[in-house]
């Protein structure tokens, strides 16, 4: 079982940076993907960004250039650093990870652009 515990949400304004810290613990390996997600409401829940352990990236189109995410010197940690904030980006955030073949989610953690 893998439990992922999510920080670093909070009121930002437009322009303002936030970084999101996920770390996972009751591992007893590396986990492979990790990358998160957001939900805004009334809306699907999507792709923000997500990494491999060799470190491959994918973004979506409207955070590209930025956001930035990376994963912890312990693989098991993965950060997502967010520049340039827009009232868009008002979502809660989950954490995401791919571990022996299962999905594992955080609780999420609100982030708010506003002024």
């Known amino acids: 079982q ?23 613990s009751g591992t007893i390996g590396n986990i492979d993907f990790m990358g998160w997600y957001r939900q805004a409401p009334g809306k699907e829940r999507e792709l923000v960004a997500t990494s491999s352990p060799g470190g491959w990236t994918n973004y979506a189109d409207s955070v590209k250039g930025r956001f930035t995410i990376s994963r912890g010197n312990a ?36 982030v708010t652009v506003s002024s």
């Open 2 to 24: 893998v439990q992922l515990m999510e920080s670093g949400g909070g009121l930002v304004q437009p322009g303002g940076s936030l970084r999101l810290s996920c770390a996972a």
């Open 75 to 110: 693989k098991n940690t993965v950060y997502l650093q967010m520049n340039d904030l827009k009232h868009e980006d008002t979502a809660v955030y989950y954490c995401k990870a791919d571990y022996l073949w299962k999905e594992y989610w955080g609780q999420g953690t609100q």
